[in-house]
Each structure stands twice: as C-alpha cells, then as structure tokens.
T-cell receptor, first 115, second 114 residues
Framework: EAGVAQSPRYKIIEKRQSVAFWCNPI?????LYWYQQILGQGPKLLIQ????????DSQLPKDRFSAERLKGVDSTLKIQPAKLEDSAVYLC?????????????FGEGSRLTVL | AQSVTQLDSQVPVFEEAPVELRCNYS??????LFWYVQYPNQGLQLLLK??????LVESINGFEAEFNKSQTSFHLRKPSVHISDTAEYFC????????????FGEGTQLTVNP
C-alpha cells in the first residue's frame, strides 16, 4: 500500500514570494490534515479536511495561508506571501476515520526555507 | 483544550541502558494518548497508543508506556535501547470526541551512543 505522498520535499524562497505544497493521502482515507512543524517544536495542526470539506481551520493563518481539497482526494496548501517565520516542515497526514481511534499516517514532509 | 508537555528535550543514553521519556498531558475530557517516532529525514510513525483497557501498552520493538490517570502521565520506557532507537519521539493526545485530531508535545530527541 502506498503511503502519503508529498511534494516538493524541499523549497527555498524569498520572503513575500508564494509557495504551494501538494499532498496525496493513502487511497480511501477520507480525513486529511496539514501540520506545521517549526524546528525544535512539535507539529501544530493547521487544517483538517473530511472528504472535500473543512472540519477545523481555526489555527490556519488565513491572511496568508490557504488550503483546498477539491475532489476529496489530494490537497494543496499555499502560502502567499511568505514570511520568515513560515520556515518549517509542512506535514500532511491522513486517516481512515474522522472520529474514533484511527491512526494518523504521515508523509515525509515538505521543508520550506524562507530567506 | 488539551496540551502535552514533554519534560526532556534531549535524552542521551548508552546502548543497552534503560530509558524513560516523560510525557504529561492536560485535558478536561477523556483522551486517547499516543507516542510517535520520527527517524531522521522520515515522516512520523505511530509507536504505540492508549485508547482504553489495560493502562500498559507495548510496541513491537520493545517500548512500553503506561497511562496514569491520576498523574496525567504517559511515560515511554524501554529496558535496553539500541543505536537504531536514535530518533525524535513525540507524545500526542486527542479528545475521545475528536478522534484522530492530535495535539503534539514538543518532542524528545533520544540519542543512543555506543
């Protein structure tokens, strides 16, 4: 079974530029998460999707971050314009369940460096 | 809201020594508890989880964790570590009502030296 796929693995941009990250979850997983992991910190939830609907985006900085999952499968996270403090690893995870005790499966992450 | 505190940011140990990685949580509702491991340049992987029942849970590679409700702790232990256990370990919690939406601690870097 293929795992969670993310791209690109690494991205370096100047501040005020834009960037997009892509995630393809495990086949059949209805729930998808984007987490931000700043160096030396634990992952922090940005947004949670159930199929193509947003369940929780309360921690997403909506003035610069956006995310979509139009067909309920793969997802894109965009940052526009980027700030220095956005330098982090962006982790995508998927789960087969919205509620209950479903395990989260993580991709390898997309490392963003903002100069 | 729930929160997780991992009491040690770095734990260096020698090979074959025992180790304990400490985790405390705070929540006003019932929770599920997890330990995830992140090897260098890899994604997070589930190590073990407590959902209900026996308060002692084990992983396939010799780690165990005990849920202590009175002390709101979920410490991770291994009686004898290997070089290959070197990784970052994250404790995480989710509310029973929100299932797999996880709140993570800051992580503990375990370094096993020969």
């Amino acid at each position: 079974e293929a795992g969670v796929a993310q791209s690109p693995r690494y991205k370096i941009i100047e501040k005020r530029q834009s960037v997009a990250f892509w995630c393809n979850p495990i086949s059949g997983h209805a729930t998808l998460y984007w987490y931000q992991q700043i160096l030396g910190q634990g992952p922090k939830l940005l947004i949670q999707f159930q199929n193509n609907g947003v369940v929780d985006d309360s921690q997403l900085p909506k003035d610069r971050f956006s995310a979509e999952r139009l067909k309920g499968v793969d997802s894109t996270l965009k940052i526009q314009p980027a700030k220095l403090e956005d330098s982090a690893v962006y982790l995508c995870a998927s789960s087969s369940r919205l509620l209950g005790t479903g395990e989260l499966f993580f991709g390898e992450g997309s490392r963003l460096t903002v100069l | 809201a729930q929160s997780v505190t991992q009491l040690d940011s770095q734990v260096p140990v020698f090979e074959e020594a025992p180790v304990e990685l400490r985790c405390n949580y705070s929540s006003s509702v019932s929770v599920y508890l997890f330990w995830y491991v992140q090897y260098p340049n890899q994604g997070l992987q589930l190590l073990l989880k407590y959902l209900s029942g026996s308060t002692l849970v084990e992983s396939i590679n010799g780690f165990e964790a005990e849920f202590n409700k009175s002390q709101t702790s979920f410490h991770l232990r291994k009686p004898s570590v290997h070089i290959s256990d070197t990784a970052e370990y994250f404790c995480a919690v989710s509310k029973e009502t929100s299932g797999s939406r996880l709140t993570f601690g800051e992580g503990t870097q375990l370094t096993v030296n020969p």
